[in-house]
């Protein structure tokens, strides 16, 4: 099994920075695809960000493009989301997701604990 331990939220003023980390105890990690999800008090939760297995190829919700990047270490198990320019509304509790597909109908995929992110003055 995976499991992932997300790291790296705080309190941040609007602007700011932070990066997130997510460390995955599993030797197969450089087999998944990892992603970024987001979830505000009362709002459903958001895909924000994926990377592929090797690191070729990432995509982003629109709402954050130009601002965040994802980006991989498997050297370390560690998938990394790089937040820039933060605004209010990134203020959510950010899980570290991974998925690996083994057929159209068998699927791998673990879920992190969450990371508080708040964006305030």
């Known amino acids: 099994q995976v499991q992932l331990v997300e790291s790296g939220g705080g309190l941040v003023q609007p602007g700011g920075s932070l990066r997130l980390s997510c460390a995955a105890s599993?030797?197969?990690?450089?087999?998944?695809?990892m992603r970024w999800y987001r979830q505000a008090p009362g709002k459903e939760r958001e895909l924000v960000a994926g990377?592929?297995?090797?690191?070729?190829?990432?995509n982003y919700a629109d709402s954050v493009k130009g601002r965040f990047t994802i980006s991989r270490d498997n050297a370390r198990n560690t998938v990394y989301l790089q937040m820039n320019s933060l605004k209010p509304e990134d203020t959510a509790v950010y899980f570290c997701?991974?998925?690996?597909?083994?057929?159209?109908?068998?699927?791998?995929?673990?879920w992190g604990q969450g990371t508080q992110v708040t964006v305030s003055s």
């Open positions: 599993e030797f197969t990690f450089s087999k998944y695809y």
């Open positions: 997701n991974a998925i690996r597909t083994i057929s159209q109908v068998s699927i791998m995929d673990y």
């Open positions: 990377i592929s297995s090797a690191g070729g190829s990432t």
